[in-house]
């Protein structure tokens, strides 16, 4: 059965420094895998999503994340935080071939110190 | 703002109420999708709808049911409901039917608060 696993609860990072968020995820085929961003009290914005091709995905708000399919993982990176950056973070991931569900990761909340 | 809107922005009721949440997809898409988040159990799928028929369920309870109308609106009804149902429900549309690879656009959520 398709899984994600998000182990990081939540992460502390300082304004300017570089942010990982792991995602590690369970499927038999290719996935379909995203990364998805829920500021408080708002609902969820795509950040990236990776089909096939280039294993390392560029998103919109200077956000990109490399598929490894040898450690069944989909981390999340960004250079340089912003405090705006604070916010949760969900990894998902769809079943390829016809399949009608995305399936959530827990979500890790990020804190950004000045 | 994603384009899906989703009414009312705050329910409170009381245990063994019925409720029904209302949601409205971007214009063009043909997808609606319903989530349940709650702090023990996370963002769940309950079910998706393409162009009025449902396409798959997740976990949706039987005292839960959602339909989408002909204007590509949805509804859920919640019924008999207990405490463990408040929670953000959140609905989310796309432009295709698939569940799986679509992107799918979130409304703010509907919070529910069961008392």
């Known amino acids: 059965a398709q899984s994600v696993t998000q182990p990081d609860i939540h992460i502390t990072v300082s304004e300017g420094a570089s942010l990982e968020l792991r995602c590690n995820y369970s499927y038999g085929a290719t996935p379909y895998l995203f990364w998805y961003v829920q500021s408080p009290g708002q609902g969820l914005q795509l950040l990236l999503k990776y089909f096939s091709g280039d294993t390392l995905v560029q998103g919109i708000k200077g956000f990109e994340a490399e598929f490894k399919r040898s450690q069944s993982s989909f981390n999340l990176r960004k250079p340089s935080v912003h405090w705006s950056d604070a916010a949760e973070y969900f990894c998902a991931v769809g079943a390829g071939g016809g399949g009608f569900k995305t399936i959530f990761g827990a979500g890790t909340r990020l804190f950004v110190k000045a | 703002d994603s384009g899906v809107t989703q009414t009312p922005k705050h329910l409170i009721t009381a245990t063994g109420q019925r409720v029904t949440l209302r949601c409205s997809p971007r214009?063009?898409?043909?997808?609606v999708y319903w989530y349940q988040q709650s702090l023990d159990q996370g963002l769940q799928f309950l079910i998706h709808?393409?162009?009025?028929?449902?396409?798959a369920k997740g976990n949706i309870l039987e005292r839960f049911s959602a339909q989408q109308f002909p204007d590509l609106h949805s509804e859920l009804n919640l019924s008999s409901l207990e405490l463990g149902d408040s929670a953000l429900y959140f609905c989310?549309?796309?432009?295709?039917?698939?569940?799986?690879?679509?992107?799918?656009?979130f409304g703010p959520g509907t919070r529910l608060t069961v008392l």
């Open positions: 214009s063009g898409d043909l997808s």
């Open positions: 709808y393409y162009n009025g028929e449902e396409r």
């Open positions: 989310a549309s796309s432009v295709g039917g698939s569940g799986s690879t679509d992107t799918q656009y």
